[in-house]
């Protein structure tokens, strides 16, 4: 694939209009990365009509305009904005002082906008749902949205105090409400209520200095949590007496004169704890050793590899430990968890679940500039094998990544008992399997096919998009058109695997955007149907598709199962790309035949 570039350039040598509106749209995006998807169609329309008429071995090279310094500039511009950005005039960082009390952000249509975590599990809300889908009380909640709207309109920006029902628990709790106006930006309210989540180990942290037992430290933690003094006695299944004799020993120990100064002393111990614990962790960084869930998943610890060059290697161990070996590929998104109940049931079935975090992404050191990337990785998955002990295992993949299965199998055919592909890609030879693809997925393979040198800028302000928009709103912008990803990804279970394995590819202190163009650009420009081809007769290979993938529909399915007809290709009407987020029983029922 290194036929000499297609040039591109205007009848009369100077630059057209439609290119002039990229270049103008990629310094748009370089500022603002919300523009991304602007950029996407005019891209498109610029260069759509080259890539239906040009063979895929033909990069293209637009002359007209001197596309590769202006996405260089671009770079640089993004770069310097992302790395000079003030997170005080951005949203996510005025709700990053709200460490334990639930906290969002309301756009002027009601509708919300930033969430922080401890809203996301009290309220169970997400980014761009109605104000309505708040679990108040009716009454309650239409006085909250009547008070949101007052607070847009009114002439002088006071807080506002407003006093609510939980609706499942009928539980009080308190909503201030502020009205922000940035000189840039639409106006937009910071709601701050009184809900909290407990610090983790902050009961710990209470019996330590205040020589709490077990028991006083629940009941203190309830009476934190607004709950009555007769609900504290009835979760507990114990005598409101008992309950009060609790409390009385609390104050003594706590030295507080009043339930109110109690509480008050807790809420600044918290902040205390939770500053204690924020700034050790950022001391560590970007060393981070757990991946750690937000609701059902259990922490896992990173294990470390230091490879014979001197780099280091991560990895995740899922399921059980001690059990049978499959090595888990994780797509380039960096999906390392599964969902809790997929984890739970590969412990149960005896399945050790190997993840290894490539080169470029999370701490694993990444490949130098000159390295042989296919061959790099091939071996450090044998590495890694070699130093666990694993001398043959089924491979299963996601997306992109059965590129390194194939590879592997073909270096190390004796060590690979099937692979397994999850809405697995195979080497694409016709123009019409990219015009296909929903735009986003077309917008970063065909550009890694046709114009790789473009690709890091590309990919670079995606990933920008993505950190501010946050995660759920950027998949749903990229998986919008198919209704089964969507709500794939919306699974409770899902949405926590998802957002907490891909911290490895994109996190508040890691973008492995570099590791990431080169990946999808080594992919997209090899001819890899050689070490496809070899599985044959070799090697049990099931692919897992969803007719809903925004990257290989059917028409391209069906294209692929005819140049590989030995693949045994299993199909799913109601599954796209997140196929084996939704069926992952039947994706552990194939491991075990070959485990």
Known sequence: M?????????DSGSPSRLAQDVIDRLYEVAVDPARYEELLDQWETLISPYRRTLGLDTPIALTAIDFESHFRRADQVLDSLTANADPNTTTPGILSRFQTSAAFTINRDLTLGEINPPAMQVFNLFTGAPLSSLPLEPDDLAALIEQVTRAFTANVDTPHLLRARLRETSRLAVFQLRVLRPEDAPPFIVAVSSEL????????????????TEAETQVLRALSECHSLQDIADQRGRSL???????????????THSQAELIRLTLSTMDIATYTQDAAAQAQRPQTDHSSGFAALRPRPYHTLMLPDGRRFDYLILGDPAGRPVLFG??????TRWPASAEADAALRGVKVIVPVRAGYGNSTPLPRDADMTRSIILDYAHLLDHLGVSRCPII????DFFFSAHFHDTYPDRVSALIACAGILPLNRA?????MHKWHRFILAGARYTPHLLPFMVK?????????????FVHAVYGDSPADVATFENPEVFEAMVVGSEVCLSDDHSAHAAFASEVTLQETTDWSGPVRRTRDRCPVHFLNGSQDPQTPPATLAELKGEYPWIDFINYEDSGQL????????VLDLVEKYI
Not at 330 to 335: A, E, I, N, S
Not at 397 to 400: E, N
Not at 432 to 436: H, V, W
């Open 579 to 586: 196929v084996f987020f939704a069926k992952w029983p039947e």
């Open 432 to 436: 019409e399997q990219y015009q296909r």
């Open 461 to 473: 302000a995606g990933f920008a998009l993505a950190r501010r928009l946050g995660k759920r709103k």
């Open 2 to 10: 290194n036929a000499k570039p297609h040039r591109i350039s205007t």
């Open 241 to 255: 007496d008992t309950v009060r004799t609790q409390i009385k020993s609390i104050l003594a120990k706590t030295e």
């Open 197 to 212: 989540i407990w610090p983790d180990r902050f009961d710990d942290f209470l019996k330590s200095v205040f020589s709490l």
């Open 397 to 400: 993949s996601l997306g992109g």
């Open 330 to 335: 994780p797509q380039d998104y960096g999906l």
